[in-house]
């Protein structure tokens, strides 16, 4: 185990290295026409930066022109890359913050990697949350004061959640009212004005005052050379 945390902590500094010497172009704000560099995420800043490990340093046996091939490289345990010296690594895929894949960028969420819907400052994503519940077992048990009654077990299910990703921070939160108002505090105007909404307005408006904060705040993203 602790050798497998130090391999892993080895590649992202090797990474960062590696990375530094690429050389820096400009800055583009972002808008549905930006196309992120394809590639695995190692942490967020990775992906604030627009700079993930690119197909040509990743051993794999998976064809590289398949549409699909991150979404199968992911669903390994662990993944080889290169590092600046050609040594060859080994990650943990649970430890990978997430990547790109033609276009769209997928994070690491609730143990699966989900494809953000909505990026910009505050982004959105759907995705899912375990939810933990009793029902009535087969068997009874015995109650010291009525006797036999039902026993109880805790079953775990699936249910989908959307979700907020602050660009910035890299916190993921619960797509609600106060969650987005934590969000916005950052710009004073867009909060109060939210925040002075009734409970039901806030619920209906969520995503136009996030899409509002948005446009005020838009990303500028590094591109490369």
């Given at each position: 185990?602790?050798?497998?945390?130090?391999?892993?902590?080895?590649?992202?500094?090797?990474?960062?290295?590696?990375?530094?010497?690429?050389?820096?172009?400009?800055?583009?704000?972002?808008?549905?026409?930006?196309?992120?560099?394809?590639?695995?995420?190692?942490?967020?800043?990775?992906?604030?930066?627009?700079?993930?490990?690119?197909?040509?340093?990743?051993?794999?046996?998976?064809?590289?022109?398949?549409?699909?091939?991150?979404?199968?490289?992911?669903?390994?345990?662990?993944?080889?890359?290169?590092?600046?010296?050609?040594?060859?690594?080994?990650?943990?895929?649970?430890?990978?913050?997430?990547?790109?894949?033609?276009?769209?960028?997928?994070?690491?969420?609730?143990?699966?990697?989900?494809?953000?819907?909505?990026?910009?400052?505050?982004?959105?994503?759907?995705?899912?949350?375990?939810?933990?519940?009793?029902?009535?077992?087969?068997?009874?048990?015995?109650?010291?004061?009525?006797?036999?009654?039902?026993?109880?077990?805790?079953?775990?299910?699936?249910?989908?959640?959307?979700?907020?990703?602050?660009?910035?921070?890299?916190?993921?939160?619960?797509?609600?009212?106060?969650?987005?108002?934590?969000?916005?505090?950052?710009?004073?105007?867009?909060?109060?004005?939210?925040?002075?909404?009734?409970?039901?307005?806030?619920?209906?408006?969520?995503?136009?005052?996030?899409?509002?904060?948005?446009?005020k705040h838009p990303l500028y993203i590094?591109?490369?050379?």
């Open positions: 185990m602790r050798q497998n945390i130090l391999l892993a902590l080895l590649a992202t500094l090797l990474w960062a290295v590696e990375t530094q010497a690429q050389t820096f172009s400009h800055k583009e704000v972002y808008d549905q026409d930006f196309e992120f560099t394809e590639g695995i995420y190692l942490s967020k800043d990775d992906f604030k930066n627009n700079l993930p490990i690119e197909k040509s340093r990743i051993s794999s046996n998976l064809d590289p022109n398949d549409l699909s091939y991150f979404e199968q490289l992911m669903q390994n345990k662990t993944i080889s890359i290169y590092d600046k010296l050609g040594n060859e690594v080994q990650l943990e895929v649970s430890k990978i913050f997430g990547f790109c894949n033609n276009g769209s960028v997928y994070i690491s969420c609730n143990g699966s990697f989900e494809k953000i819907g909505i990026i910009g400052s505050i982004c959105h994503l759907m995705g899912t949350k375990t939810v933990y519940h009793s029902t009535p077992s087969p068997y009874l048990g015995y109650g010291r004061y009525y006797g036999y009654s039902p026993m109880y077990q805790n079953v775990s299910s699936k249910e989908y959640q959307q979700y907020l990703y602050d660009f910035e921070s890299g916190k993921m939160l619960e797509y609600n009212a106060d969650n987005l108002k934590t969000l916005l505090m950052a710009d004073p105007a867009i909060h109060d004005e939210y925040a002075n909404l009734s409970k039901k307005k806030q619920k209906a408006q969520l995503y136009y005052y996030m899409r509002q904060y948005n446009q590094p591109v490369y050379e």
